[in-house]
């Protein structure tokens, strides 16, 4: 590639970034850093767009303990962000095992990149290129992928409250390499990269450059297929969405079971995927039908669940939840209220807030007896409880039962307790009436 084709290149690639960013208009920009030769030709970029940028910038490397030169890599990393003066940040993770280990080692990096779109206008960019996309769609075929599998990488997606931005997915290997020497980076080379054993290593190094060779290009006209095949997508997951959403409750992790009543088992599937999808969970066949026949169609006493990706399903009174693996709590953990504004709940349950005034400061806020004294407990189902207004004491399992609550649910309810007595469900009912209160608490959730 001669000098002027190397210029246009790096041209290419800064406009290419800055016309992304220009279009989200984030506050935040966090950098996916493996250290790789594309993520270092993403960072060299984006030090250079942000001498004139509005965003904050920062880089995020995964260490995840899978070769022994990853110490080497997570310090190259460092090293490199500081030459930039780049705040840079890293988690360790650790798999045990090879099974289905390039899975679960993208799921772990994913799951540590989340926590850095907990706003808005927060975006987490990858290095994935064109390449990278022609390896995903021979994987999606070789795994009899729908259209959304054949639609390829997406080039933003929602992630968590934030978006995951893929700005290279037009550039090639080619590129990003013609501007890496250029630029003179420098990065590490992964010795796993070279281990055909791992399928997308085996299409890169065996299968994809034979095409390339016969069809120089493969990878462009590939790329149509897979936007003919996410446009297709989008149309019927708009339809979907359209169907389901009389169903769907509780911040979208309730699904009515009416919703798949009569449906054809490839419709159902859709509209199972439609509201899986919505998390970033893409179930293969065999999981549906698993789904379907041991917690769709288990008795109707029975407790079924099955997991995916760190979520569990339950079914309940004729409707799936969608769940974060419930935390289990000893019978005997209390905390103490001693009259903090706020009180963090334990194992990520939330927290309660408190203020004293003469009337509640908004909706769902509930009433309390003045005091800077209470005992907060869980999972005491069997204690009294009168909620103000109500006939008769109840145990609080049937008032449960009352409130529509999942079994699993139960036992995280914070209960508080004055004089040894159940005064409060928070997020549920109190038993002092609003007119006498002049203490008054909040049940917030994550």
């Not at 001669?2 to 210029?7: E, I, L, N, V, Y």
């Not at 070769?67 to 460092?78: G, K, N, R």
């Amino acid at each position: 590639m001669t000098a002027a084709q190397q210029a246009q290149t790096s041209r290419q690639l800064e406009e290419t970034l800055a016309a992304c960013l220009h279009r989200y208009q984030p506050q935040q920009v966090v950098l996916a850093l493996s250290g790789g030769m594309d993520s270092m030709v993403l960072l060299e970029l984006l030090h250079r767009l942000r001498q004139s940028a509005d965003w904050q910038l920062k880089a995020v490397h995964v260490h995840h303990g899978l070769h022994a030169l990853a110490d080497d890599w997570l310090a190259f990393c460092q090293r490199q962000c500081a030459q930039r003066a780049i705040p840079f940040l890293y988690h360790k993770i650790q798999l045990a095992g090879r099974h289905n280990l390039e899975a679960r080692a993208r799921t772990a990096r994913y799951q540590q990149l989340e926590q850095y779109c907990s706003q808005a206008d927060s975006l987490v960019l990858t290095a994935h290129h064109a390449d990278d996309q022609l390896e995903t769609l021979l994987l999606a075929l070789k795994r009899g992928s729908g259209l959304a599998g054949l639609s390829g990488i997406a080039a933003i997606r929602p992630f968590n409250k934030g978006y995951l931005l893929r700005p290279l997915l037009s550039i090639s290997r080619t590129q990003l390499e013609s501007f890496a020497a250029m630029a003179q980076l420098a990065w590490v080379d992964d010795p796993s990269n070279q281990d055909t054993g791992f399928d997308r290593n085996f299409l890169r190094q065996q299968v994809v450059p034979v095409l390339q060779q016969r069809w120089p290009d493969f990878a462009q006209t590939a790329a149509r297929s897979m936007a003919h095949c996410a446009d297709a997508q989008q149309q019927l997951q708009q339809q979907w969405q359209q169907q389901l959403r009389p169903f769907i409750h509780d911040k979208g992790q309730v699904l009515q079971l009416a919703a798949l009543h009569g449906k054809e088992r490839s419709v159902r599937n859709a509209l199972l995927r439609c509201w899986l999808g919505q998390f970033q969970l893409n179930p293969e066949l065999a999981w549906l039908d698993t789904l379907h026949h041991e917690v769709i169609a288990a008795k109707a006493d029975a407790s079924p669940q099955l997991a995916i990706q760190g979520w569990q399903i339950r079914r309940y009174q004729q409707a799936l939840y969608l769940t974060k693996a419930v935390p289990e709590l000893a019978a005997d953990f209390e905390l103490f209220w001693c009259g903090q504004e706020v009180l963090d709940l334990p194992a990520g349950l939330g927290q309660l807030h408190f203020v004293y005034a003469e009337s509640p400061p908004a909706a769902g806020w509930l009433p309390l007896p003045a005091t800077t004294d209470l005992l907060i407990c869980f999972g005491r189902l069997s204690l009294s409880f009168k909620p103000a207004g109500a006939l008769h004491s109840k145990p609080l399992k049937q008032w449960c039962k009352h409130w529509q609550l999942a079994p699993w649910q139960r036992p995280l309810l914070p209960l508080l307790l004055h004089d040894n007595q159940l005064i409060a469900v928070a997020g549920k009912a109190s038993a002092i009436a609003a007119e006498s209160a002049t203490l008054w608490c909040r049940f917030t959730q994550p």
